[in-house]
């Protein structure tokens, strides 16, 4: 899923904020895409896809029906792909826990960094793709290290955590940020490797399975690391809930959390070690080796897919078709963390939505399986956009409706209607890009092709995001009331101001000014820019083709 979410602000779908959710009929439609092609072409780009002992093992699944020979390899991409989601899912509740502490916006935009591996991790994708030893495996080779040091990074955190959030001057942004990216980097680093295992664990026939592995499992991931927490950290929740007692704290804190799962990083990848073979071949049958590209022949093919004009074109276009949406996505559920929402009620609402977000890829992926999937992101992006302006009239209204003992029931009610409401349009457009990156990307490469479409997709959200972050603080206008020599334009100044007896008061609130900044860029996007997009649907499947492979 993408980064785009108000209950918790992250960068992935953040949830892969980046990943590669292709329903099953779109991967038929990607290996099926030139039914003009010769026999010794399609022969070329299977050898491109499986190699070697794969090959075999390949052949002797084609004649299993179904996924049911296949199942306990569909089982452990599920696995994997919900390891991959803790990580993520705790980095995007940081943002939400220092909103409680009152850090700066600018602090919440340098802690967005952390989710930008997943969006740079085409810099290093090549040499997890070209570099292994081929005795472990090739993916193993990087999947096993890989979760090793998520493991022991989080058992390492599950000690100097508290003192980070809790330090004397307030939480140490700096050092969080620096950790929460490594354990975002690993987590990368594992995508990548899982990512091009899928492609040759499953059948070509069962290969699809793979996108709802990774769908389901990241979302699942993500909730448990996100939503899960911080429902049982918070006091409120489980006094409210889970207790008979009531107590101070919550049932588990953020160091027992990491220290749970880094046990669990350990255990299984200590399994899979030793009981998963990835070079499995058929009996009697000689094993051939599989071949790869090196580092840098690896890198020169990328750079040859970066200049063919669809795909530069492309990349252009994802880059900047969510600067629209940052506001919306980046900043409003810090907004409603600020006007007094408890997180954990925030993130409980996230709860109904888990059956929607699983649902609606399969339900959307029916009518991006035809060979125009981008019209529904074309149709999709306006009303994401007037959801946007939504949230800007939500974030305003939420303070006249607080009472004493907190929110009353419709509005959470509003809420996640508005949330649902936006679901559906991210949805619609993630699963239609998704779509369009199968049909078009060239297997012959393994899984750096579409890397390239989909760092680029998760660049093109993280960046407004980070930059929306950024200038709310600069957008904001305030004043000092009750002191009239002085200015709040500063912690400073606000400092000065308090002791004069005086108060800072927001007269102007950056959100607001960056809502409608940007839907008017957004509009103007769609205008000129979303008919190009839908335009590049009618190039030939030899226009999306690496010249160097043909």
């Not at 991790?121 to 030893?133: E, S, T």
């Not at 389901?216 to 006094?239: H, I, W």
């Amino acid at each position: 899923m993408e980064p785009s979410d108000l209950i918790a602000h992250s960068s992935w779908r953040q949830r892969k904020p980046a990943g590669s959710t292709l329903p099953p009929e779109n991967v038929s439609d990607m290996e099926q895409r030139d039914p003009s092609s010769s026999e010794p072409e399609m022969e070329e780009e299977e050898e491109g896809l499986v190699r070697g002992s794969d090959s075999e093992s390949r052949r002797r699944r084609r004649g299993q029906p179904g996924i049911r020979g296949e199942l306990g390899n569909v089982l452990l991409l599920l696995f994997l792909y919900v390891l991959q989601g803790i990580p993520l899912g705790l980095a995007g509740s940081i943002p939400l826990i220092l909103q409680s502490k009152s850090v700066s916006y600018r602090d919440q935009a340098f802690f967005s960094f952390v989710f930008w591996p997943f969006s740079l991790k085409l810099l290093w994708a090549p040499m997890v793709d070209a570099l292994y030893f081929s005795r472990f495996g090739r993916r193993k080779s990087w999947l096993v290290p890989t979760q090793y040091l998520l493991g022991f990074f989080m058992l390492y955190l599950s000690v100097t955590v508290n003192s980070l959030l809790q330090s004397e001057r307030g939480p140490n942004v700096l050092m969080l940020t620096a950790v929460f990216f490594m354990l975002s980097f690993l987590a990368a680093t594992q995508d990548i490797a899982v990512d091009g295992w899928a492609l040759t664990m499953l059948s070509r026939q069962n290969v699809g399975y793979a996108s709802t592995c990774n769908s389901v499992g990241q979302t699942a991931g993500y909730f448990l690391g996100n939503v899960l927490f911080l429902a049982l950290e918070s006091a409120d929740f489980c006094n409210k809930y889970l207790r008979i007692e009531p107590k101070d704290s919550g049932i588990v804190t953020l160091s027992n959390f990491l220290f749970f799962w880094g046990v669990v990083f350990l255990v299984s990848t200590t399994l899979v070690a030793v009981f998963k073979r990835e070079n499995e071949h058929v009996k009697g049958k000689r094993k051939v080796p599989e071949e790869t590209e090196g580092v840098m022949e690896t890198y020169k093919l990328l750079f040859s897919i970066i200049k063919m004009p669809t795909v530069f074109t492309f990349c252009f276009l994802l880059l900047t078709a969510k600067m629209g949406f940052s506001a919306a996505d980046a900043v409003t559920g810090l907004k409603l963390v600020e006007a007094g929402v408890p997180k954990e009620q925030l993130a409980l609402l996230a709860v109904p939505m888990v059956p929607l977000q699983i649902l609606l890829p399969v339900v959307i992926s029916r009518y991006t399986a035809g060979p125009r999937p981008l019209d529904i992101f074309y149709k999709a992006f306006p009303f994401r956009l007037l959801i946007g302006l939504g949230y800007a009239v939500l974030v305003w209204w939420t303070p006249s409706v607080k009472q004493e003992g907190g929110f009353p029931v419709y509005y959470y009610a509003i809420v996640l209607l508005s949330y649902a409401l936006h679901q559906v349009t991210l949805y619609s457009m993630y699963v239609a890009c998704m779509a369009f990156h199968a049909k078009v990307s060239d297997p012959l490469i393994g899984g750096t092709y579409m890397t390239l479409l989909n760092t680029v997709t998760n660049l093109g959200g993280n960046w407004p995001s980070t930059l929306a972050l950024w200038m709310v603080d600069p957008l904001t206008s305030k004043e000092c009331q009750g002191a009239a020599t002085q200015g709040c334009g500063s912690p400073e100044e606000a400092g000065l101001c308090v002791k004069e007896d005086g108060v800072c008061v927001t007269t102007l609130d950056g959100y607001y000014v960056e809502s409608v900044v940007c839907v008017v860029i957004g509009l103007a996007w769609w205008v000129w820019l979303g008919k190009k997009m839908r335009r590049l649907q009618e190039q030939g499947p030899a226009a999306w083709r690496c010249r160097s492979r043909q």
